[in-house]
T-cell receptor, first 114, second 113 residues
Framework: DAGVIQSPRHEVTEMGQEVTLRCKPI?????LFWYRQTMMRGLELLIY????????DSGMPEDRFSAKMPNASFSTLKIQPSEPRDSAVYFC????????????FGSGTRLTVV | AQSVSQHNHHVILSEAASLELGCNYS??????LFWYVQYPGQHLQLLLK??????LVKGIKGFEAEFIKSKFSFNLRKPSVQWSDTAEYFC???????????FGKGTKLSVKP
């Protein structure tokens, strides 16, 4: 298994631009999570999906952030417009809910907004 | 709401020293407990987990953790650290099998050669 795959690994963009982060979960996993990691705030859960349905998006910081999961093998996190304070590492993780295996994390996308 | 507290922000040790990283959680029901490790520039990887049974859990690379229910604690230990253990360590708790993982803020471990 290739694990959780995220793209791109690094993204540098100008303030005001739209940014789209992508995630392919492990095949067979039915839950997907988006986390943001910063020095100041640590690891924050932004949103998670069960069976492609968004369950809890209370961690999404603002309306500028949106996430979709059109099918079981793909999810996107979009920031529009981006701001410098969005600079962080964004991790995607997947799991099989109901089995206590914890989460498998992707390698993350390091976003820099200048 | 559930929360996870990791007492130390940054721990600095010399090689061969013993390690103990504290983790306390606030949740009264059945919990599953995890420790993740994040090596510099990498993603989080599972180090060990506790679901039930023996409260002393052994993980990879010589790490172990002890679940003490009365203290709501799940401290991570290693008898002798190596330079390659330099990383950030995250404690996490999941309520039952359907809950979400709640992470602590992490403890950065620096091991001096």
């Amino acid at each position: 298994d290739a694990g959780v795959i995220q793209s791109p690994r690094h993204e540098v963009t100008e303030m005001g631009q739209e940014v789209t982060l992508r995630c392919k979960p492990i095949s067979g996993h039915n839950s997907l999570f988006w986390y943001r990691q910063t020095m100041m705030r640590g690891l924050e859960l932004l949103i998670y999906f069960n069976n492609n349905v968004p369950i809890d998006d209370s961690g999404m910081p603002e309306d500028r952030f949106s996430a979709k999961m059109p099918n079981a093998s793909f999810s996107t996190l979009k920031i529009q417009p981006s701001e410098p304070r969005d600079s962080a590492v964004y991790f995607c993780a997947s799991s099989y809910r109901g089995l206590n295996y914890g989460y498998t994390f992707g390698s993350g996308t390091r976003l820099t907004v200048v | 709401a559930q929360s996870v507290s990791q007492h130390n922000h940054h721990v600095i040790l010399s090689e061969a020293a013993s390690l103990e990283l504290g983790c306390n959680y606030s949740y009264g029901g059945t919990v599953n407990l995890f420790w993740y490790v994040q090596y510099p520039g990498q993603h989080l990887q599972l180090l060990l987990k506790y679901f039930s049974g023996d409260p002393l859990v052994k993980g990879i690379k010589g790490f172990e953790a002890e679940f003490i229910k009365s203290k709501f604690s799940f401290n991570l230990r290693k008898p002798s650290v190596q330079w390659s253990d330099t990383a950030e360590y995250f404690c996490a708790v999941m309520s039952g099998s359907q809950g979400n993982l709640i992470f602590g803020k992490g403890t950065k471990l620096s091991v001096k050669p």
